[in-house]
């Protein structure tokens, strides 16, 4: 069944519409406005669900410009990965609106917080289920964008500043290369519909990989759509945007910066998987993937604050689904596929029920250090149930639901390295170090729950319902999901949950044959594999190096603290490199309108006058002087009038003279047959004049006496675009070029009278100019009056705003 | 019926007049935007606005000549009377607009130097400039 048209429409662009309400609605509601979004995020999770339930697939599509080569259309595309995003987005949007309620209590700026973040659901939705190459760009853009204003929320400090900063122009930075690499796909495939027809670009992959690889831009392509996805899902070495992006208020964390953004780079990934798969697809996202799994992971334990710890350890698990769908070689390709498109969803739950856990700690404990924790599930004692699921989910202890993801990347790892030996060994190896870490800070970050509390902790108040609820409605989320393992091993599978599954790993799978339709099951296992040893392996490690936790901590962090081991230190110097190029700005830029108009019209006359020396135009010869002799009058009192203007011993005489200049060039407007320009001309000359006088009464005289070399410096900069000025009229008025433009009215206006009077009789007018100004340029003479409503508006606003004392 | 007859304007046809060389113009120009120039460059802010309006007065007369001065008035009907040219009416009527906008520009720019003196207790653009380094 085809997606309705009007449901796709509302899922997008209900968020969109509601932010765009939110200050009306702030007005009405106040706080409760939290709960209003919420209910939006509901609505569009309730028609994603439709849609999944329904088995509407398929592609919605508004065409915008329907022109050969030209197809611009806003199209989106439904299969299982777009509606696995999309019930995140909108799903964790209910969660997260709700408990913002509760959180943003006592927060500044609550009404640009709730339009950012419904605005922020749009793009995500929009990312989730775009079709077209250029209108994923957009969303992906837009949640950067938004993911800046959030980060930025509390914009007075500058440590916030600082990651927001950050953040925008590492992840927008990878975007352009993400673009780039676009237009390569795009160019070879000859659309920019990536999905949904017969000519999409997935459609055609295997030509669209040959073609590439002919030009040689198979490569290329490949990096830069991999730059994109690593820049936004915080791979190394550019995750280091991520653990500054916690200077957000805690649901933002929760909601961009663990469950949603950051998964629309492996989203991209896995969107691209069947496009581009190739060997160096799985070299590049695999060691990609594997590395960031187990830096981060060492990151994480080396970290002091509960939301910094998160946020590692967000990096390390999108590493880990990346890592998933970069496997792609012989026969472990799907279990590739169930490792990203399982974990995608496992992650999602147990993080964003970790990122609310720590937001109640912060909130009510008043700290995120993690030294001065402890003990905390005698007053917290929901938020604790709540961590002992997320947090042994996320360590991937069984029965949690992180264990299944997990095992299914020790399968994929080891069946790959058994397939192709080698080198290849190192990849279950390494899966199984990088888990060792996570297993050790989900312990640490369980164990602050439990164990004695620091004297210096005062005591903890018990959070409202409305940030305990959607803790507890992922932490049940991420327990269903531990539980239907356990069921699973006993034969009774949780169908639904694994069809959808089996869904987002069509979509992502590469060969349409093989894996199409496999049946997708998880359950725990009840016989001794390799995976289960590499499970047992990390968890038995992890459990003996615990109770060094607190020496491994300090050794990590004296690593980090080594300029050339930091990522950080790359980032900050290259951006103080940049911040030094302010000496050019200082000298360029002084603040003095003269050396701006200087620069700009010297730059400009020496431009052009270099264009025609270059492209050798020779001047017309003198052929006697062709303007009749009144106009020749005119035109010299003109000069002479300005002449006067710039030699004017007062403001009202420099005024005065100023309008002969005026009035003279009307006179050359009759003489010209430009009978409209002359009296458009007199009209304004007269009102200019009478404005000038109003204005001067009020300014003081000014003679501004200038040096001798000021002036003679200045007497040249206006000979030379004097002289410019010069050549290009005598260039230009010698030139005839053939099809004027003009000719096309001068015909319809009756000057051949064989061409009848055309402009008369459509366009209702005997003058041609008038005719043209509202009829074929009426836009110009709307843009005419915009200009002068803006600049009446502006008047009254610089005056009377004044005036009202609203400056200072 | 409008598309058919608009399509028709594909031939060529000169009912301009034919560029000459305009060397009282070029002249005249020339010696306009230098002055005007001159004024930009001055310390004192009204004198500043006068630089522009002299520009953009420049500027108009400009594109009036690009439009060919020996021509007649471009009226629907003009052409019966014997006249071959007629003066260039899209370029009156971009002229026309631009004008306009001038006298916007000009009226804004003079309200902003009033605001200026009133905050700034002063006119001279070199002060101004001072007090924000």
Redesign the interface.
């Known amino acids: 069944m085809q997606p309705n048209q009007w449901v796709m429409a509302a899922i997008v662009g209900l968020p969109f519409l509601a932010a765009a309400l939110t200050p009306l609605v702030y007005r009405l509601l106040g706080e409760r406005t939290a709960y209003a979004s919420a209910a939006v995020a509901a609505v569009s999770f309730v028609l994603v669900g439709q849609l999944a339930i329904t088995d509407a697939r398929g592609l919605v599509s508004w065409t915008w410009i329907d022109a050969p080569g030209f197809d611009v259309a806003l199209s989106f595309y439904v299969d299982g990965l777009s509606l696995l995003i999309g019930f995140l987005a909108s799903g964790i949007g209910i969660l997260i609106l709700t408990y913002s309620g509760g959180y943003m209590h006592e927060e500044p700026g609550k009404m640009k917080f709730y339009a950012t973040l419904l605005a922020f659901m749009g793009s995500m939705l929009g990312v989730a289920f775009a079709a077209d190459l250029i209108v994923l760009f957009v969303f992906w853009e837009l949640t950067s964008i938004s993911s800046f204003i959030l980060i930025g929320h509390y914009t007075g400090e500058t440590s916030s500043q600082y990651a927001a900063r950050k953040s925008m122009l590492i992840t927008v930075a990878g975007g352009l290369f993400m673009l780039l690499g676009f237009l390569l796909v795009a160019g070879e495939g000859g659309t920019f519909q990536l999905l949904g027809t017969d000519q999409a670009l997935i459609a055609q992959a295997e030509s669209i990989r040959e073609g590439l690889r002919a030009d040689g831009l198979f490569v290329p392509a490949l990096v830069l759509i991999g730059i994109g996805a690593a820049a936004k899902s915080a791979q190394v070495p550019l995750h280091i945007w991520l653990p500054n992006a916690m200077e957000a208020p805690t649901p933002v964390s929760a909601f961009l910066h663990s469950a949603t953004m950051v998964k629309a780079g492996v989203y991209l990934v896995g969107r691209f998987r069947p496009l581009l798969v190739s060997d160096e697809w799985q070299l590049l996202f695999v060691t990609m993937g594997l590395v960031t799994m187990t830096v981060a992971a060492i990151l994480a334990v080396g970290a002091s604050d509960i939301k910094e710890l998160l946020a590692y350890s967000t990096a390390s698990h999108l590493g880990l689904i990346i890592a998933g769908f970069g496997v792609i070689g012989a026969g472990a390709n799907t279990y590739g596929a169930e490792t990203g498109a399982f974990h995608i969803l496992n992650h999602a739950a147990f993080k964003a029920a970790l990122f609310l856990v720590a937001g109640i700690i912060a909130h009510e404990a008043g700290t995120r250090m993690i030294d001065d924790l402890g003990g905390l599930w005698r007053e917290l004692p929901i938020a604790a149930a709540v961590t002992v699921v997320a947090a042994l989910g996320m360590a991937g202890v069984p029965p949690f639901n992180g264990f299944y993801s997990k095992e299914f990347l020790f399968e994929a790892t080891y069946e790959l390295a058994h397939a192709s030996g080698g080198l290849w060994w190192i990849l279950p190896a390494v899966a199984v170090f990088g888990s060792v870490f996570t297993f050790l800070y989900s312990i640490r970050f369980l164990m602050l729950f439990f164990g004695e509390k620091p004297d210096a902790l005062g005591h903890v108040h018990a959070p409202p319902w409305s940030m305990r609820l959607p803790a507890v409605v992922l932490a049940v989320v991420a327990g269903i999901i531990g539980i239907g393992g356990i069921t699973g091993a006993a034969g009774v599978h949780i169908e639904p949950l694994e069809a959808f599954v089996s869904q987002v790993v069509d979509a992502t799978a590469i060969e349409h044959g093989g894996e199409h339709g496999a049946h997708f099951e998880y359950y725990l296992p009840t016989e001794l594999t390799v995976p289960v040893l590499m499970s047992a392996t990390t968890i038995g490690l992890g459990a003996v190096v615990y109770p060094f936790y607190g020496q491994l901590r300090d050794t990590i962090v004296r690593l980090r603290s080594v300029p050339v081991l930091s990522a950080n230190w790359y980032y900050d110097s290259a951006v103080d490199g940049l911040d030094r190029s302010r000496v050019v700005e200082s000298t360029i830029q ?5 050396t701006y ?2 620069v700009l ?1 010297l730059a400009v006359s020496v431009m052009t006058l270099f264009a025609y020396a270059a492209t050798a135009v020779g001047l ?1 010869s ?2 006697g ?3 009749p002799v009144p ?2 009058i005119v ?2 009192v ?2 002479v009038a ?2 006067a ?2 030699r004017a011993p007062s ?1 009202v005489a ?2 005065l003279t ?1 309008s002969i ?2 009035f003279m ?1 009307a006179i ?2 009759i ?7 002359a009296l ?2 007199l009209l ?1 000359e007269t ?2 004049l009478v ?2 006088l109003l ?2 009464d ?3 005289p ?3 006496e ?1 040096r001798r070399s000021i002036l003679a410096r ?2 040249i ?3 030379i ?7 290009t ?2 260039v ?5 070029p ?16 064989e061409h009848g ?4 009789d ?1 366009g209702g ?5 008038n005719v ?2 509202v009829d074929f ?1 009426a836009f ?2 709307l ?2 009056i915009s ?2 409503a ?3 508006l ?2 009254i606003a ?2 009377a705003m ?1 005036e009202r004392g609203e ?1 200072q | 019926m ?1 598309g058919s ?1 608009l399509a028709a ?1 594909g ?6 007049p ?27 802010i ?3 606005v ?1 630089g522009i ?2 520009l953009s ?2 500027a ?3 594109l ?4 060919g ?12 009377h014997g006249a071959t040219a ?12 631009a ?10 720019a ?6 200026v ?3 700034h207790g ?5 002060e101004i ?2 007090t ?2």
Not at chain 2, 64 to 67: A, F, L, N
Not at chain 2, 122 to 126: E, H, M, P, R, V
Request: negative net charge; without cysteine; hydrophobic residues 55%.
């Open positions: 002084t603040g003095l309108l003269r108009a200087l019209l017309p003198f052929s002087i062709v303007s106009m020749v035109l010299g003109a000069v300005a002449f203007v710039t403001h420099g005024v100023l200049l005026g060039v050359f407007y003489l010209g047959d430009a009978p409209d320009l458009t001309q304004i009102l200019v404005l000038f204005v001067l009020k300014l003081p000014f003679y501004g200038a200045d007497a900069a206006s000979g675009v004097g002289i410019t000025v010069f050549v009229v005598l230009t008025t010698a030139a005839n053939e099809n004027r433009i003009a000719n096309f009215f001068l015909e319809r206006g009756g000057v051949p009278a009077t055309w402009i008369l459509y007018g005997a003058n041609i100019v043209i100004l340029r110009d003479t843009g005419e200009v002068i803006m600049a009446a502006s008047v610089l005056i004044r400056t | 409008m007859v304007g031939e060529a046809g000169a009912y301009v034919a560029r000459e060389p305009q060397f009282v113009l070029a002249v005249v120009l020339g010696l306009l935007f230098a002055l005007g120039t001159f004024l930009v460059l001055r310390r004192d009204v004198r500043v006068w309006t002299i007065q420049a108009n007369v400009y009036v000549t690009m439009g001065l020996a021509g007649s008035v471009p009226f629907v009907g003009h052409g019966d007629t003066t260039d009416p899209l370029v009156q009527a971009l002229v026309l607009t004008i306009v906008i001038g006298f916007g520009t000009t009226a804004f003079l309200v902003l130097t009033y605001r003196y009133e905050e002063t006119i001279d653009l070199t400039g001072d924000h380094e």
